[in-house]
T-cell receptor, first 110, second 116 residues
Framework: DAKTTQPTSMDCAEGRAANLPCNHS???????VYWYRQIHSQGPQYIIH???NNETNEMASLIITEDRKSSTLILPHATLRDTAVYYC???????????FGQGTELSVKP | NAGVMQNPRHLVRRRGQEARLRCSPM?????VYWYRQLPEEGLKFMVY????????ESGMPKERFSAEFPKEGPSILRIQQVVRGDSAAYFC??????????????FGPGTRLTVT
């Protein structure tokens, strides 16, 4: 599975959009981009995933560049409860293990 | 639809004892994964199971650790002769057998193992 690079930490003001970038320049054609988050001490939570098209669900939007070498997770109106570590994971669509990196620690501030 | 359930939530064992961690996947899910998170470290994959089969155990320590997912009942992660270094949060996840692109995993709340 391709390696991903994320900033170590980010801050965001409550109510504003949080834009979390991820680089995956070695992504292969059959690999999906997944986003998970882990709120302190809890189990990781699935957010969204995509292959090449932009995706949106009730939690977030995922924007994937045309060359698929990077993506951005957007939380449109961040709340204090969105404070968490966010993981960008690239994985081939065969099921199997998730490889978690260090992620981005997002702090939403009032 | 209940989520992934893990029990116990907290487990204290003395060095040398056995620890048994249980995971009940979401209804309809036939794939189970175990991950470990050591204090102040990231999540590490341990093992991937389907009913009665181990699919990938590349992350399992070579000794003392075993996992099963029987035809009936929960998945069990078993740690024999625990040592202090086994103290960690152990998370279970499950996923459905789905079409392409639907292999998202849903995680349980974890079991916090403390070895004294």
């Amino acid at each position: 599975d391709a390696k991903t690079t994320q900033p170590t930490s980010m801050d965001c003001a409550e109510g504003r959009a949080a834009n979390l970038p991820c680089n995956h320049s070695t992504i292969s054609g059959n690999e999906y981009v997944y986003w998970y988050r882990q709120i302190h001490s809890q189990g990781p939570q699935y957010i969204i995933h995509g292959l090449k098209n932009n995706e949106t669900n009730e939690m977030a939007s995922l924007i994937i560049t045309e060359d698929r070498k990077s993506s951005t997770l957007i939380l449109p109106h961040a709340t204090l409860r969105d404070t968490a570590v966010y993981y960008c994971i690239v994985r081939a669509d065969q099921g199997g293990k998730l490889i978690f990196g260090q992620g981005t620690e997002l702090s939403v501030k009032p | 639809n209940a989520g992934v359930m893990q029990n116990p939530r907290h487990l204290v064992r003395r060095r040398g004892q056995e620890a048994r961690l249980r995971c009940s996947p979401m209804k309809g899910h036939s794939h189970v994964y175990w991950y470990r998170q050591l204090p102040e470290e990231g999540l590490k994959f341990m093992v991937y199971l389907q009913k009665e089969n181990i699919i990938d155990e590349s992350g399992m320590p070579k000794e003392r650790f075993s996992a099963e997912f029987p035809k009936e009942g929960p998945s069990i992660l078993r740690i024999q002769q625990v040592v202090r270094g086994d103290s960690a949060a152990y998370f279970c996840a499950s996923s459905p057998l789905g079409l392409a692109g639907t292999y998202e995993q849903y995680f349980g709340p974890g079991t916090r193992l403390t070895v004294t």
